[in-house]
């Protein structure tokens, strides 16, 4: 593989790595638009820094940012997030069963 390739090929897998990352931040309860920028900042500077891939430096996307949020949303904001959560849920699961019956 010519050396051009390596390069794009080792970007390619950086990008895809930081797009994973992004999402399962945003997933994470209480995680916000700021949170998600602060999350990729920290990993692009990490990364610039070092020189090294961001699954080198922090593993796994999904585990970063489920550590990523516990480290930035404050812990009652995420339990507030998860308590929506819940409570949209069941209202959904409430409206879908509702929704069964009356298409019997």
């Known amino acids: 593989m010519a050396k051009k390739e390596k ?15 992004q999402v399962r931040l ?3 309860p209480g ?3 700021a949170v998600v920028l602060q999350g990729v900042k920290e ?10 891939h961001p699954r080198t ?4 996307p999904d585990a970063c940012a489920v550590r990523t949020a516990e480290r930035l949303v ?4 995420a339990e507030r ?3 929506k959560d819940k409570w949209l ?16």
């Open 31 to 33: 995680v916000d638009r």
């Open 74 to 77: 404050p812990a009652d904001r």
């Open 89 to 104: 849920d069941a209202l959904d699961s409430v409206g879908k069963k509702a929704e069964h019956i009356a298409g019997m």
């Open 43 to 52: 990993v692009t500077a990490h990364c610039e820094e070092t020189g090294e």
């Open 7 to 21: 390069a794009t090929a080792q970007e390619k897998d950086r990008e895809r790595w930081l797009a994973r990352f």
């Open 81 to 83: 997030a998860r308590r």
């Open 26 to 28: 945003a997933m994470q």
């Open 57 to 60: 430096a922090l593993g796994d």
